[in-house]
């Protein structure tokens, strides 16, 4: 679309390691989140600027580096499964000096309370792992979310498959319904308000009533 074309040209190019990090991932064929959907990320960062933020989704490091450069002075846990991107994401939270300020967690999200509980409350939740799981890591994660505490759910439109999944093979389907129940269950919520905002992949917006 012309729109979102246009959208996409008044995004900042990234340069050095960032630039590194999304070449790496482009190559190993590794999802981060969209250019237009991560700097969204970072304006409510900026705009919330959270002490402590949840990540569920490490991947490579990317989003994390990316939410912690929009506030400096916040503290990042971040949890991933996978033992390769896990490495990846030490390699390059290490290459930006961020270890102090970022930590990373190995593990399946749903086994890792305890030990994502003694890290403290936490004042922003960004779940970005698993689609089919998204009610359970929130389910999970809520009791541990300080009051005012922002929850940010990335592709919550997957592709467009949420709208639509005539078009998807067998997989995508599958997970596609399971988002669209965790979007109806979302904003269903007697509990929550939510918005789902068409940027990137889908973003849903979540705070406490």
């Keep these: 679309m012309e729109q979102d074309a246009y959208l996409q040209s008044l995004l900042p190019s990234s340069t050095g390691p960032l630039a590194d990090m999304e070449a790496y991932a482009a190559e190993k064929n590794i999802p981060i989140m969209e250019q237009a959907g991560i700097y969204f990320l970072m304006q409510l960062i900026r705009m919330h600027r959270p002490e402590r933020i949840l990540e569920i989704g ?9 939410m912690l450069e929009a506030s400096p002075k916040s503290k990042v846990v ?10 990846d994401a030490q390699h390059f939270v ?19 309370k305890e030990d994502v509980q003694k890290e403290g409350s936490f004042d922003f939740l960004f779940i970005d792992a698993a689609k089919g ?5 929130f389910h999970l ?13 990335d592709n919550v439109l997957f592709k467009g498959y949420v709208a639509d999944d005539s078009h998807a093979d067998k997989r995508m389907a ?8 965790f979007n ?26």
């Design 94 to 112: 290490h290459k930006q000096g961020a270890e102090d300020k970022i930590q990373l967690l190995f593990g399946d999200a749903l086994d890792l």
């Design 174 to 181: 599958k997970i596609a319904r399971k988002i669209r129940d």
């Design 78 to 87: 971040s949890i991933e499964r996978d033992e390769n991107r896990f490495r």
């Design 133 to 137: 799981k998204y009610e359970e890591f």
């Design 58 to 66: 490490t991947a490579i490091g990317y989003s994390a580096l990316r």
């Design 141 to 153: 994660y809520e009791p541990l979310l300080n009051e005012g505490a922002v929850i940010v759910s």
């Design 184 to 209: 109806n269950w979302l904003v269903q919520h007697p509990d929550y308000h939510t918005t789902i905002v068409p940027i990137g992949d889908g973003v849903a917006i979540t705070i406490k009533k």
